[in-house]
Nanobody
């Protein structure tokens, strides 16, 4: 059974940086897409960044140039580096795993519990 555990959230001022981690276990093969989603209060959960099993990455327009999934991930852990944070980046951040990279949350059957990121102005 796949398990995902996020960490690294917290409070930061606008313009600052944070690095989120997602520790993964239980994979039976390496052909998974790993994704970061976020959900702000009262809003839908939205995809932020994806990395495929071929290490190709994609980013939502709202975070392009600011967020990065490093391709050099530690074994069974993947990260997201968030720079130049804005108050609108505030939300609960989730990592997810699925067979193919999709922007829709329904494409992912495995989710972590989430980690809160709060960006103050």
């Amino acid at each position: 059974q796949v398990q995902l555990v996020e960490s690294g959230g917290g409070s930061v001022q606008a313009g600052g940086s944070q690095r989120l981690s997602c520790a993964a276990s239980g994979f039976t093969n390496r052909r998974y897409c790993m994704a970061w989603f976020r959900q702000a209060p009262g809003k839908e959960r939205e995809g932020v960044a994806l990395i495929g099993s071929d290490l190709s990455t994609n980013y939502a327009d709202s975070v392009k140039g600011r967020f990065t999934i490093p391709k050099e991930n530690a074994k069974n852990t993947f990260y997201m580096q968030m720079n130049s944070l804005k108050p609108e980046d505030t939300g609960m951040y989730y990592c997810a795993a699925g067979p193919r990279c999709r922007w829709r949350r329904t494409g992912y059957g495995n989710w972590g519990q989430g980690t809160q990121v709060t960006v103050s102005s």
